[in-house]
């Protein structure tokens, strides 16, 4: 997670307090009907003091699921340079979180995703709020079919994770990220920008 | 599982201790190393006891497994038919597996894999040997491709398992097969057939 630096740690109990009241809140009510106010209530403490230690809705949301990265940070960054090569770039960048330090957070996460229903819920929002949203601004995709493009992307990527970091079958899981990038890339380019003959049928 | 209807159900004990020394040989040894022969003995029961109420080593790594499916019989029928639809037929068998009562088995397993490693070998085991074989012959690849190649269809089709089926990302959930078959087989087949320039580089 990116922590700003001028931020104060504050009361460890505190802190957990807010993150529980705001996993609940999150998982229950989804991001956008969740409210600081409202987590601030469910912890007893003032919402000022959730934005001292958080900062925004988002970044609160980004510490409440232990999130290795800002997706919100990360994609616009993905998208500067080359459009016909944002899928390699983006295969290259996930692929770095998972090999970096942060990947172990990673791996936590999407374990606990997958063995519980309430860990999937917040992982559900954060795909749709904290992965899509960016993402269909920085490529500038029609709403009705980014439903299906940004899902695809991350059918994609997290299935990547999964045969390489988690069941990791050999020699796939030790293969170099340049091998995986030359071939997952033109996927995602093709999800994101492509035509997709077929996939959108059932919306008009 | 494909369960052969002219097999004998057996003694429930009896057959609970077999499967419980199948997995832990399976994981241990691997599938190649695991025999028939030490299984029964750790079960304390004759290996021709064995091949009584499980048949094969493939159908009692299947029946160790809880596999809804038999990839060994599955993979062929795919492709039998136009060879550039593989990839779309492979899908629309994959989804109707999830989409059958079969597809609770398969949540299980999934689940099962992720937040256990004793698992996480299991089906590792279960891609190397009863996946990736009955694809490498069914589509003729060249094995040492086949290593890369078939893990990039694995990370797809279980990449959209897990957005679908788990973490449940709406409208995607619900989206219809035909979408999905018309989005993601002709990823499936260019992991299948194409010639992926920039993959191989590493083992040339």
Redesign the interface.
């Known amino acids: 997670m990116a922590r700003r630096t001028g931020r104060r740690p504050g009361n460890p109990d505190t802190r957990e307090a807010i993150l529980a009241a705001a996993r609940e809140a999150f998982a229950e009510r989804g991001f956008d009907q969740a409210s600081i106010r409202a987590i601030a209530a469910a912890a007893g403490v003032d919402p000022a003091l959730v934005h001292h230690y958080f900062g925004t809705k988002d970044q609160l949301f980004l510490a409440a699921m232990n999130s290795p990265i800002d997706p919100g940070e990360l994609i616009p960054r993905v998208w500067n340079g080359d459009p016909d090569a944002v899928g390699e770039r983006l295969v290259g960048a996930f692929l770095g979180i998972w090999d970096s330090p942060a990947g172990t957070a990673a791996v936590a996460l ?2 606990s ?3 519980n229903d309430w860990t ?1 819920r917040l ?2 929002e954060f ?2 709020t904290q992965v899509m949203r960016p993402m269909v601004k920085a490529a500038e995709l029609d709403p009705a079919e980014a ?2 493009r940004v ?2 992307v ?7 994770a ?3 970091y ?4 050999e ?2 899981a030790s ?2 990220t ?7 890339g ?2 995602i380019q ?2 994101l920008t492509d035509e ?7 919306l008009r």
């Open positions: 999407l374990r995703a997958v063995s999937a992982l559900r795909m749709l439903a299906l899902p695809l991350a059918s994609q990527l997290v299935g990547l999964m045969v390489r988690i069941i990791k079958v020699p796939f293969a170099p340049g091998a995986l990038v030359a071939a997952v033109p996927t093709r999800y997709l003959p077929g996939a959108f049928d059932h």
